[in-house]
């Protein structure tokens, strides 16, 4: 597959992981339905698949705003877990999956390290 085509993947599991979050997140915790418990997960897959295989593409390497994103992303894999045992409240959770998403996007387009 091409750099593009791996892009694009990336962006569309982006959006399916986001939206899974946002459905997830405000319905009660436990209630939501599980479409958007199996949109969180394949989005999530489908985001550090593609994204690791653009990586690898464009032969970039593992620069550390790479690892830093990976890591952002393991966050929001493990925050509707945090939320649903009432570790994190409902609404830091938001807060949180908004300012990583932003973070994540930053360390994109900026590389700053």
Not at 77 to 84: F, I, Q
Request: glycine content about 16%; hydrophobic content about 55%; overall charge positive.
């Amino acid at each position: 597959m091409t750099p593009d085509l791996y892009r694009l993947l990336h962006v569309i599991g982006v959006l399916t992981l986001f939206l899974g979050l946002g459905g997830m997140l405000a319905n009660e915790p436990g209630k939501a339905p599980k479409l958007y418990g199996a949109m969180h997960g394949i989005g999530w897959l489908v985001v550090l698949v593609c994204g690791i295989g653009f990586a690898h593409k464009s032969q970039l390497g593992w620069p550390n705003w790479l690892i830093a994103k990976i890591g952002i992303l393991v966050l929001l894999g493990v925050l509707p877990v945090l939320v649903k045992r009432g570790t994190l409240p409902r609404a830091l959770g938001v807060l949180l999956v908004l300012g990583l998403g932003a973070a994540a996007y930053w360390l994109v387009q900026y590389r700053p390290f």
